[in-house]
C-alpha cells in the first residue's frame, strides 16, 4: 500500500502473486469508496489490506468499478458480502453481469481455460438492491465535499467508467488509457475483445483530457508520472500507430499478432523479463489483435455475434 495522493491509498492486489500488475484505489471521506476490487484471486491480500487501513465489515460505504472484466470486478460478490452497507457502483451496461454473472464467467472460461481458475478466480452474484448505476457525470458523494464523478468511456470495453476524484484531482482510467507495468516498458493499447472500438477509444481519451485531471492512475499500474495531457495524448498516438499496422496486416492477410509483436517488441526490449511476462499475460500482443480483429471484421460487415465480456 502506498498513500499517491491525499486521501488516496493505492493497494496492490496482487494478481496471481505477481507485485504490481493490479492496482485497487481507497479512497477517504466520511463515506469512503474503494474504486475495483481486482480479481476474485485477489479478494483475500485486498481484505487484509482494507483491515489494515483500519476498514471495519460496516465501514466501507462504496466499491466502484471502471468495468465488468474479471482482472477489475471478479472480486465484488466476495466484497459485497465482507461489508454490506457497500453500494456497488457501475457502468449500465455492466450492472446485469454483477447481479447474474453466468454468461460472462462462462464467456471467460472459454477464452481462458485453465488460466481463469488459476490466476483470475470468477465472480460470485450480487443483490440487485446492492448495486447501483452511474451515467456520465453522475457523482458519488464520499462526503465533506469530496466526490467520484463518473465519465463515461467506451472503447476498451462498451461498458466501461473512469472516475474522476473532486479533491485530489486523480482520474482512475481503468483500461481505458492502456496498460504500462512498472518495469514492463512503455504505455500499450488494452484493445479485447469483443468490445474494442477505436472511435470510441479515441473520444473517451480526449474526454479525459477536457475533465484536466491531475493525475492519471492505472489499473495495470499504478500513478503514471508526468503532465496528464501529454500522456493521454501519447496514449492517442500509440494507439492510432497500433491500429494502423492492425489494418495494414488484415488487409494483407497477415496475422496481426505477428504483425504488431514485430513492429512494437522493442517497446519492451530490455524490460525485466519477469515484467514482460506479466504484460504478456495481461495484455499481450495476441489478445490486443483479437480485438483489432474483431474490429476489422465489424467495421467490413464480416463478424458474427459479439460473446459476452471476458477477463480482461
Known sequence: MRLIAPGVTE?????????????GYLLDGDAP??????????????????????????????????HVH???????????????????????????????????????????????DD?????????PERVQVLLDGDTVDLGGGRSLTAVDSPGHAKHHLGFLDSQ????????????????????????????????????SLERFASHRPS?????????????????????????NDWAEEARRAYADGRDIADALAARFAADVAGTDPAARRKLETLNGFHSNAAGFRRWLEQSSGHAMGAPEPAAT
Open 70 to 116: 474479471l482482472d477489475h470486478a471478479g472480486g465484488v460478490g466476495d466484497v459485497a458480502r465482507a461489508f454490506p452497507r457497500a453500494t456497488i457502483y457501475v457502468h449500465e451496461l455492466g450492472a446485469r453481469h454483477l447481479v447474474d454473472p453466468t454468461r460472462l464467467v462462462a464467456s471467460a472460461a472459454r477464452v481462458y481455460g485453465p488460466l481463469l
Open 11 to 23: 493497494i496492490d492486489t496482487l494478481l496471481g502473486g505477481w507485485e504490481q500488475a493490479t492496482a
Open 119 to 127: 490466476l483470475y478466480g470468477r465472480l460470485d452474484a450480487t443483490e
Open 168 to 203: 485530489s484531482g486523480l482520474l482512475f482510467a481503468g483500461d481505458a488509457v492502456g496498460v504500462q507495468l512498472p518495469g514492463g516498458g512503455a504505455l500499450r493499447p488494452a484493445t479485447p475483445p469483443p468490445d474494442f472500438d477505436l472511435a470510441l477509444a479515441l473520444a
Open 33 to 66: 469508496v474503494l474504486v475495483e476490487t481486482g480479481s476474485q484471486s485477489s479478494v483475500p491480500v485486498l481484505l487484509a489490506a482494507l483491515a489494515a487501513l483500519g476498514l471495519g465489515a460496516h465501514d466501507l460505504a462504496g466499491v466502484a468499478v471502471t
Open 215 to 239: 493525475g492519471i492512475a492505472l489499473a495495470h499500474y499504478g500513478l503514471i508520472p508526468g503532465p496528464p495531457d501529454e500522456l493521454l495524448a501519447d496514449a492517442a498516438e500509440t494507439l
